[in-house]
């Protein structure tokens, strides 16, 4: 939708042969259309089993994953977040992370390379009243993208983290306008950035260019963690 049609379609401008997967069909037809849509819910193991499958015979390989879907689910507090809201952020915003690196490392091992983006949040990093299961999800996506450099780094698999903050997509214009104007308010750049921004940083990541990056985090966020 937000950032994850924007990196499939700056992707695919840059040369990359795109598979673009959700749970929904896209609401309109991609500005680029080499871009293969296939509907996927990252929950599930064997969802991941098919898309990787379709994508090999296809194309014969996967070099580049970007871990993107998530939710922001509730805004509560620790005390007053049921089990099943929690299950729910935790099993879109991390476990489908855990899903897709599983899936496709095998893959990038036997061609003896690879890069992951795993998309995480400035609130992988720092706290945040309430919120308390998507904070959760996304700390751990950020834990679990450097164990994956470092478990996979001398096979040539790079495997990095981006931690966007405010930025105008329909997960935002979904949450209350308060919620989204008092980050903006604390943001120096005193805006929200744009799903494309974004887009920037992974593809960077994703390439050959970034050959020495593994482990890292890349903040885009208007300069709102460097306070």
Known sequence: MGMGRETAELFAAEGAQVIATDIVQPATPYANETIVFMSHDVTKESDWQSVVHQTLQKFGRVDILVNNAGIGGSYNAIHEFTLEDWNHVISVDQTSVFLGMREVIPHMRSAGKGSIVNISSIWGIGGVVGAAGYQAAKGAVRSLTKNAAITYAKENIRVNSVHPGIIHTPLIDRQAGEITQAVISATPMGR????????????????????????????????????
Do not use: K, M, N
């Open 192 to 227: 929200a950035g744009t799903p494309r921004e974004v887009a920037y940083g992974s593809c960077f990541l994703a390439s050959d260019e970034a050959s020495f990056i593994t482990g890292s985090e890349l903040i885009i966020d208007g300069g709102y963690l460097a306070q």
